[in-house]
Every structure is written in structure tokens, then in C-alpha cells.
């Protein structure tokens, strides 16, 4: 009776080292697999996945990758959808939308591209020297990493109107893309740029800047772009609209329209 006491203990302790080995195998095992999972951006607990936070906002709660479709003013009133396929990483969006601080490409200006000192602008805006002290509207800044879009709208009375932009600092190059506001008869809102000075102040100015125009899409009017080089004491731009110019003279130009402004270095 004693030996066979003896034997059912070491079977016991046999089966019960036996058991907390699996269960370290099974422990080890499902640590290894939390590994993987947590490296794809997903946690396993007892058999049940799970998303980590990190991964979930960067891929802005859109897991599975489908498109989203927003509706936003075409410029004339009207709405038009925009798609976007959410879940793309934050850098790439930075390389799309060439927020990158190296330049990918030589920044070309266009070849009717023209300076205007402050003296050349005193005729087109007589006693009108600064813009900012009194300006109504509220005032936009422009920096690398975000981009401005105006929708100028025509006034209700005849008088000046014009835009005013703030301007990192930092910023070198910057680009005006200017969207038709049909595509059956494209009009464009397409401006004289005036660079202010930190009191808001006339320092120079510039016209001809056009560089390429884009064709329409399903989900975009046509566009004008031009590249401008900002001077290094401008601290706003003031725009108002031309109602013909010698770059965009096959176009025909309207005092309302949507624009948007970037950065390019």
C-alpha cells in the first residue's frame, strides 16, 4: 500500500510538472504570437485581436482601408464631392501633398513672371498704402504644413475688394492654384499679389506668375497654377482680383472665385 502511494505521488507530481510545462509552452506561445500581432498593429488576449490605440489613429479608425467622400463648395455656390481614401500613413500624405523640406524638383518661375517695386503700385492703388489695419475678414496664415483656401466672392456693392494672407516666416516659394468655376465655361479668379510688410504695408508686388494650367477631372474643375517667390521681409500678400492679365490672356477672369494656396519650399 505504501509503494503504490508513493507511485500514484510521483504521477502525480509527474503529471503536474507535465501540466505547468504546457503551460509555460502555451504562455511562451501565445507571448510570441502577442509579438507578431502587436508588430502588425493588433494585440491577441485570450484569443480575441485587438487594435492598438497608436495604430488605430494613424490610420485615422479606418481599418479596412475603404474610400470616404466628402461634399465641399465648388467656389460658386455649388457643392461638389471630393473623395479621399482614409488610412494612408502621415508621411506619405506629407510626400503627396509636397510638404517634404527637401524640394523634389527645381522651382521654376514662369517666363512673363514680373516684379513690381512699390513705386510701380502707387498708380493702381493711389492713397492705398496698407491693407491690414482695418481689414474685416479674418486672417489666414499660411505655413509649410498647412495650405489656405479662399473663396473671394463678388461684392455686393462696387468698391476694392482684396484678400489677406499671413506668411510664415520661413516660407521661400509658394504656389496659387486658381479652380474654374464650370467646366463647360471656365472663369478664373486670378490676381495681383501685393507683398506687405509687418505694418501691413505695400513692399512690392507681383503679376504674370502663371506656370501651367490643369485639365478637369471627375472630381476637380480645371485650374491655373503659378509659382511666386516671396521676398524675405513680406509678412502677408494681399490679392485682388485682375480683370485680364498677359498670362492667362485666353482666359476669361471673374472678381469671384476659389483658390488655394501652398507651400512649395
Known amino acids: 500500500n505504501a509503494s503504490n502511494a508513493s507511485n500514484a505521488s510521483n ?5 503536474n510538472a507535465s501540466n505547468a510545462s504546457n503551460a509555460s ?3 511562451n506561445a501565445s507571448n510570441a504570437s502577442n509579438e507578431v500581432m502587436s508588430s502588425t498593429g493588433f494585440s491577441q488576449v485570450d484569443g480575441v485581436d485587438y487594435v492598438n490605440n497608436e495604430y488605430l489613429e494613424n490610420q485615422e479608425f479606418n481599418l479596412d482601408g475603404k474610400k470616404r467622400f466628402y461634399t465641399m463648395p465648388d467656389g460658386t455656390g455649388r457643392m461638389e464631392t471630393i473623395e479621399r481614401k482614409k488610412g494612408v500613413s502621415r508621411s506619405i500624405l506629407d510626400k503627396l ?8 524638383a527645381p522651382i521654376a518661375l514662369s517666363g512673363t513672371y514680373v516684379r513690381l517695386s512699390s513705386e510701380d503700385l502707387k498708380s493702381a492703388f493711389e492713397d492705398d498704402r496698407c491693407f491690414v489695419e482695418g481689414y474685416k475678414k479674418s486672417i489666414k496664415t499660411l505655413t509649410l504644413k498647412k495650405d489656405v483656401g479662399l473663396w473671394p466672392r463678388k461684392p455686393l456693392k462696387e468698391k476694392f475688394e482684396y ?3 499671413k506668411l510664415d516666416p520661413a516660407i521661400e516659394y509658394m504656389q496659387i492654384d486658381s479652380y ?3 467646366n463647360e465655361k471656365p472663369v478664373y479668379y486670378w490676381p495681383l499679389v501685393v507683398f506687405l510688410n509687418e505694418k501691413g504695408c505695400i513692399e512690392e508686388g507681383v503679376s504674370g506668375f502663371k506656370n501651367s494650367q490643369v485639365a478637369a477631372t471627375m472630381l476637380q474643375h480645371s485650374a491655373l497654377q503659378g509659382v511666386i517667390k516671396v521676398p524675405k521681409d513680406a509678412h502677408y500678400i494681399m490679392m485682388t482680383p485682375l480683370a485680364s492679365a498677359v498670362d ?9 472665385g476659389q483658390i488655394k494656396i501652398s507651400v512649395l519650399q
Request: aromatic share 0%.
Open 11 to 15: 504521477a502525480s507530481n509527474a503529471s
Open 25 to 27: 509552452n502555451a504562455s
Open 97 to 104: 501633398l509636397n510638404r517634404s523640406q527637401q524640394a523634389t
Open 163 to 165: 484678400e489677406v494672407v
Open 180 to 182: 474654374a468655376s464650370n
Open 248 to 256: 492667362v490672356s485666353e482666359q476669361e477672369l471673374s472678381n469671384q
